[in-house]
């Protein structure tokens, strides 16, 4: 059995940690938690808390939070350069923009899915994160020189976590079209770490959807 093991299910931000495991290229063990009773079951909860997915198990240590997964993996599988040394300007550059995913881009997206007024920057300023508006536009800017990764010319794990994030706002029309976004979005998701993981998932889900039909 392998040493990390991931529970996750198909169609959740799970696929983002997949992604992340596939890219580290350690050997893992991934669990399908469906959804309701299991999710939030005792078992589970024992696990996370908050019985939701993903979650990251390796030995006696738990890592909850898709970016928090994606960082884990990044420092364990060294040899895979998916995290710039500590201690360097890149890794500063590092936890701005994969902490920027975790909060104003999530937050942002989820507050426009529920219909809130994100056009109000001082509203939602005082809540700690800006207007979905305002998030984008720093996405922008941070695409405006023509950068091929959030780092420059070096893919790393930041680029999953955000990069997922802005492949399902263009998919699913929750974050607008800037430019620079669909190029970096088809160059990051044709990687073949991505593409497995995908497949996988995919299969997984259409599965799940045969067995229930």
């Known amino acids: 059995m392998a040493d990390l093991i991931l529970y996750t299910h198909p169609m959740s931000r799970g696929r983002i940690a997949r992604w992340m495991m596939e890219e580290a290229g350690r050997p893992y063990e991934a669990r399908i938690v469906n959804y309701g009773a299991e999710m939030k079951g005792a078992q589970y909860r024992a696990i996370n808390p908050l019985g939701k997915v993903p979650s990251l198990v390796h030995g006696d240590m738990v890592v909850t939070e898709g970016a928090a997964i994606c960082a884990y993996m990044a420092d364990l599988a060294v040899d895979a350069r998916l995290a710039p040394p500590i201690g360097t300007p890149e890794r500063g550059v590092y936890y701005r923009w994969l902490f920027f995913g975790a909060g104003p881009l999530e937050a942002g997206v989820v507050a426009a899915s529920f219909g ?18 305002a998030v984008v536009d720093a996405l922008e800017g941070l695409f405006a020189d023509g950068r091929d990764y959030v780092l420059g010319e070096h893919f790393s794990a930041v680029d999953v976590y955000l990069g997922a994030q802005i492949a399902w706002g263009l998919q699913f029309g929750t974050i607008e079209t800037r430019p620079g976004f669909a190029d970096y979005v088809t160059r990051i998701t044709t990687r073949p770490a991505a593409i497995r993981a995908a497949e996988i998932d995919d299969a997984l889900l259409a599965e799940a959807q045969k067995d229930g039909a």
């Not at 809130?116 to 508006?133: E, I, M, N, Q, V």
């Open 116 to 133: 809130f007024d994100t056009k109000d920057d001082t509203a939602y300023s005082r809540a700690g994160w800006g207007s979905l508006p």
